[in-house]
């Protein structure tokens, strides 16, 4: 399960053939920031999680370009250009929001700084990882949130893209996940996985010679048997009344969990747990799965329901699967610069952020400043923009401590929300941003 | 740019514990078949098209499990089934649908046979690869069918994950994207690829001692001296009349395009164009992009435009990021079998499915049969299920003719569509579909 050994060519075109033009004309020696950040939110949602930090830190010293790349690269390239990129290693520094971080519209979630050059080839990945891991952590914390400390399974690898499957449960893990079904996500990132059974599982001991009840009784004793009396038995294949039945004769009162994947859940659940209940099963927990996104994770809050599996919305960002990050160059030899045309504006120049909030630990307002020159007297506040990378090298933590203190960041940037900033219903960002211009 | 190795972990972890339930009690061994296909199509959509078996025959080689991913398999599963998988190599049987053909709902777009062992551990990674690839395809043959013979070129890479990226590339072109932005693309599946310039590019050549109209200049003049004058010209960051304006001046009359990425599209290529063809660049095309989906696409259609960049509503499936293909076991030793649950009957059974057309080409019915069972008198007809794979080895082509054939076949099928079916407005599938049952 090696992963790609190098990533230079995960690109568009045009940045390095924008390349070729700036080393021909001198100009991409010049230093430059580029800014990573969202104009707006995706409609209607109160605010978003930074996600992807650690994958850019990785993926870093794997932007390179072998044999391979730089054949196909001089089929368009003058060798000038072939040569930079076949000793191209980024030397650059870059700035930004911790991974964990909430975001919100004009947040300088990252700044990439250093010469044109190294900058602007970075662009295209930045962004991928970026957009989408963004786009994933940001509904899976809503999700979480409307959960309301109940578990929550990512059962979403098979909706998505097998690559974006492994980057999808590390978002949503940092978002506040318990597990993922994703083997790789384990093997890569130490996710915990959960798995119960599909219902092809049951399906395939029917028996020409037996009712499907039979044959669920013999599918459920025989995946007690491999597993464990601990194991999650899906019990919605034929009947759910039978299913439990069925389950409890299989498992006895102890049976770990029944996941019920169809029907109206909250129905379903109070009749799953007061059949569990009467058969002595009082400690069986209920999973519920089945086309699951925050809004019904809501509404079954008072339905005793253990955990949720989610599946389609969480991999695809419940209504929002990129996040809409940009990635725009904000600085050329210390002028800020922006462009001018209509509907895109964007604010020139290097940027820091802090964000205020009231005594109690509720944000009130996010303060986006000119790099270096933080207001004053806007105590108590905390400065959002950390050191992520020097000189090319990551100074900010990758791997599994990260991983652990972007999760713990995303719990209490959820905590620090003002109330309104955990509505589910379509609003206005949680906080105001300021913008001191430069 | 090595591909990973090996696929197996691209999976859920209950696909291997259903293989060790089913190990332990002999079930392993029994004779089935799983189908993928789609119960409905995306909300509204009239057709869908087949995409992902080129990478899924490409990928069952690579599924398989190194020792790294076996001591991670111990972890959860008992020795003889860590040993089962370490050996693992898919030898059963797929049919399908050929890539690039239209699917409706209930199409049964893949069957896999062979044990169930075998059959039920390809699941996570055949709807990955498909729920994916599908949804991509499915959005882009529209855009396609809109943009009514004009290139449309896939620039989304930055707006999804960085391999799917790859993959949504793959996909675009073969349902009739001209080209992509995406450099690995090219690399790995021979796709054209095409690039023009980002704003950055032009705000770099900014002087503390020159108006940015001045440094557009000399950011085209640039460009044009690295690229040639056949190159695309961004002209939208400042002035778009000063652009055109620039951008003529820099490369003459022979300038091969400009791109507009802001603003009313419509409006600014009449006005675009009036300008050229007053600079005397008559042939100088005009490049589109800026947040274009199938509707934008079609609204432009009487406005002198001459190719589309397409971004972030291709690599999300305009709205369907996922295809909603599921992978049901549908037959054990010859029994078809079907889960009863309300809401997401299926038929039973191995099947196969042949589509009808009038003598002018336009299809009208398709027509799924139990597998070997073809209704009689339904001529003209076209099978639509072949072999792909034969005791675990691809017998369908994979590669670049096989992708040049499933462009072929995308392009054929939109043609063989019913007037209605090319609609973009909601609405029913374009042709209905029969179901004989087993």
Not at 301 to 308: F, K, L, T
Not at 368 to 389: H, I
Request: aromatic share 6%; charged share 20%.
């Amino acid at each position: 399960m090696n992963e790609p050994l190098l990533a230079g060519l995960l690109t568009d075109k045009y940045e390095l053939t924008m390349l070729a033009a700036a080393l021909r004309d001198g100009s991409a020696d010049r230093r430059t920031a580029f800014e990573l950040f969202a104009r707006r939110l995706p409609a209607g949602r109160r605010y978003g999680v930074v996600a992807g930090t650690g994958r850019l830190l990785e993926a870093l010293p794997q932007f390179r370009f072998d044999d391979e790349a730089c054949q196909l690269l001089a089929q368009f390239l003058d060798p000038q250009t072939v040569r930079y990129l076949r000793d191209f290693r980024f030397g650059g520094d870059i700035d930004g929001y911790a991974e964990g971080e909430l975001y919100f519209p004009g947040s300088p979630v990252l700044t990439v700084w250093g010469s044109f050059a190294e900058c602007v080839v970075l662009e295209t990945l930045a962004l991928s990882i970026f957009n989408h891991d963004v786009a994933i952590a940001s509904a899976a914390a809503r999700m979480v949130s409307a959960g309301a400390e109940r578990p929550l399974i990512d059962m979403g690898s098979r909706r998505t893209h097998e690559r974006a499957a492994v980057a999808a449960a590390r978002a949503a893990y940092l978002a506040g996940f318990a597990a993922s079904s994703n083997l790789e996500a384990q093997r890569r990132y130490g996710i915990p996985t959960e798995g119960t059974a599909a219902h092809a599982f049951t399906m395939l001991h029917t028996r020409a010679d037996a009712s499907l009840e039979a044959a669920e009784l013999a599918a459920f004793r025989a995946q007690v048997d491999a597993l464990g009396v601990g194991t999650t038995l899906l019990v919605d294949t034929y009947d759910v009344a039978t299913g439990v039945a069925n389950a409890v004769a299989a498992a006895g009162p102890a049976l770990g969990a029944v996941r019920i994947d169809s029907g109206e859940l909250g129905v379903l659940a109070r009749q799953v747990r007061r059949q569990l209940d009467e058969l002595g099963a009082t400690k069986t927990r209920i999973v519920v799965s089945g086309d699951l996104d925050e809004f019904s994770i809501a509404a079954l809050r008072a339905e005793p329901v253990n955990s949720y599996g989610v599946g389609t919305s969480l991999v695809t960002g419940s209504g929002a699967p990129a996040a809409g990050m940009v990635y725009k160059l904000v600085e050329v030899d210390g002028m800020p610069v922006r462009k001018r045309s209509s509907h895109k504006e964007s604010a020139g120049g290097h940027k820091e952020a802090l964000r205020r909030s009231r005594s109690t630990g509720t944000i009130t307002e996010e303060i986006v400043y000119p790099a270096g020159r933080p207001p004053a007297g806007v105590e108590p506040c905390r400065m959002l923009t950390v050191p992520l990378v020097r000189d090319g090298e990551a100074v900010a933590g990758t791997g599994g401590a990260a991983l652990a203190a972007a999760r713990d960041l995303v719990a209490s940037g959820l905590h620090s929300l003002p109330w309104e900033g955990l509505k589910l219903a379509n609003g206005e960002p949680a906080i105001p941003t300021t913008q001191i211009p430069a």
